[in-house]
């Protein structure tokens, strides 16, 4: 043996680090990226509403269910599947956390739920609410139990309504403390008034796409033309992947086809409703003045949840960086059985 | 999956960091391709504590100077290990307190965290404290050329445009700096040496 060979020997044992092994050194070297002195355009983001609410008869109704549905839901008919815009090159961030997602979600245990069974959702949710005068966010941790074959309206709720937050730049009413504590179990929903492409139940999810182009295709059915349209594509994602649950192969496809929506861009650091901090990729809304960002853990690459945030105070009517919106998605099981809804 | 350098499909490390100067977050890429075997390679140097602030230190001075890399080479990987050498020279003296330890003990400082088996080439120790005594005896421009080449992999080209200086002078570096070496561990055939050690 050589003297290198010798001195390749030296200190061999020392290993080289796995990325989560080097979480200290990435957070200062992300600090510095988050920097708003960084070079380059400022980043832009967008102000939508994102939610759209399945209806609920009575009680609840303004806090109750968030199904994260896009918005475009014009009347009039369309004509059947148009041919989506062609695929942007995204920036290489937005590529590799979706394409890291996608294989997480393809490694993780997935659960065979039959119909007759019940999907167990919990989730936390930081939602808007207005009035004339004011407006707060409404905090709350949800149960959701729903029913493997059917939509919402055979699901069940539990909500434990928390301590209400600020709307970014308002003051919170006195009223929005007035519907604290624990609520249900209630009919999670009373109708179902989506378009049959904005379904987010087990049952149709499971039957989607499993390949990229395909899912993309289906991101776009009755989207709008342009930039508009690569919103409501943008917003779609959210709606299969909050309070329900995607189907490992749907779901690697739903991540691919979303890295391919043109105006896709890479947030540097993110925190869902629970406050888990992970990496984002996001669409800015000029006109709302907001940006709309899904959430991964930075090491695990699985989605946390979504949030949006002002980018443009006089577009959102609110403070710039402020979070108007936002969820974590923390758990899901199957259950046989889903609790009795509580008489009125 | 290798996260340490980029494959035929993925950007290379260049237009990244053209990418980056209007796109700040695109960096993080670059971090993810080398900080584990620049985190390894300093560790090497100067064990785990110190390693941590000289790779990050490392990335954020990179993050920095991203509008100052030369586009026209497609491989970050000399920029890089010639910011941590920079980096490195801070603590040339922890460095060689480490090796003269190590020279005198035939205890590592360095390796001791990761190392769990009592039984670790106790054998091979007469080699490893001749090796130590010689690297704490280089001048450090000598140990940064050795050590780039020896534990980093690097090409003589690579070595001389890490450490900013024309390829003879790493040519000239590298052969002094072994004939030290071959000097300590015994003279004209260090390989007796070397088996003796571990098989003695």
Not at chain 1, 49 to 63: I, Q, S, T
Not at chain 1, 108 to 130: I, N, Y
Not at chain 1, 271 to 297: N, S
Not at chain 2, 89 to 104: K, N, P, S
Request: aromatic share 6%; no cysteine.
């Amino acid at each position: 043996m050589d003297e290198m060979a010798q001195l390749n020997l030296l200190r061999a044992e020392v290993p080289e680090p796995d990325l989560p092994g080097l979480r200290a050194e990435e957070e200062r070297l992300m600090a510095a990226i988050a920097e708003p002195t960084g070079s380059g355009p400022a980043r832009r983001t967008s102000r939508r509403r994102v939610f759209v609410r399945v209806g609920v008869a009575g009680g609840l109704a303004a806090a109750a269910v968030a199904a994260a549905v896009a918005v475009s839901l014009d009347s009039g008919p369309r004509p059947a599947l148009p041919a989506p815009p062609p695929s942007a090159v995204a920036p290489v961030a937005v590529i590799r956390t979706l394409d890291h997602a996608a294989e997480a979600a393809l490694r993780r245990p997935e659960p065979h739920p039959r119909p007759g069974q019940f999907l167990v959702v919990r989730s936390r949710s930081l939602e808007e609410v207005d009035s004339d005068s004011a407006r707060y966010l409404s905090d709350t941790r949800r149960t959701v139990w729903l029913p493997v074959a059917g939509d919402a309206t055979g699901g069940v709720i539990e909500e434990q309504v928390l301590a209400p937050k600020a709307y970014p730049g308002w003051p919170i009413p006195p009223e929005a403390r007035t519907e604290q504590g624990a609520h249900g179990p209630d009919r999670l929903a009373d109708f179902d008034g989506r378009a049959e492409y904005l379904r987010n139940d087990y049952a149709y999810l499971s039957r989607l796409p499993t390949d990229t182009a395909g899912m993309r295709r289906h991101l776009y059915v009755g989207a709008k033309r342009g930039a508009e349209g690569d919103r409501d594509a943008w917003q779609r994602v959210g709606g299969m992947l909050t309070e329900a649950y995607l189907p490992a192969a749907q779901r690697a496809a739903l991540f691919r086809a979303a890295a391919t929506i043109p105006g896709a861009e890479a947030v540097a650091s993110a925190q869902d409703a629970a406050g888990r901090a992970g990496v984002a990729v996001a669409m800015t809304d000029p006109e709302a003045g907001t940006r709309q960002e899904y959430i991964f853990d930075r090491h695990t690459y699985l989605y946390l949840g979504a949030r949006t945030v002002i980018v443009d105070p006089a577009k959102a009517r609110g403070t710039k960086g402020g979070v108007t919106e936002s969820t974590a998605q923390l758990s899901v099981r199957v259950s046989d059985t889903a609790p009795r809804i509580k008489k009125n | 999956m290798s996260e340490s350098g980029p494959t035929a499909t993925e950007a290379d490390d260049a237009s990244l960091i053209a990418r980056s100067r209007h796109e700040p977050e695109v960096f993080a890429e670059v971090f993810r391709r080398y900080a584990p075997q620049i985190k390894r390679y300093v560790t090497r140097r100067l064990g785990p504590d110190a390693a941590e602030d000289v790779v990050a230190d490392t990335f954020l001075l990179a993050f920095r100077q991203r509008d100052r890399y030369d586009l026209s080479q497609p491989n970050a990987r000399p920029w890089l290990y010639g910011i941590a050498t920079n980096r490195i020279g801070r603590h040339r003296r922890g460095e060689v307190r480490l090796l003269r330890a190590l020279a005198r003990t035939g205890a590592d400082p360095v390796t001791e965290s990761f190392t769990d088996r009592s039984d670790e080439r106790v054998s091979a120790t007469a080699v490893r404290r001749r090796l130590a005594d010689a690297l704490a005896k280089l001048p450090a421009g000598h140990r940064d050329a050795l050590l780039l080449v020896a534990w980093a992999g690097f090409g003589y080209a690579e070595a001389a445009q890490a450490l900013d200086v024309p390829i003879g002078t790493v040519r000239s570096r590298l052969s002094r700096a072994r004939t030290k070496l071959r000097e300590e561990l015994g003279g004209a055939d260090p390989t007796s040496i070397g088996e003796e050690a571990l098989h003695g």
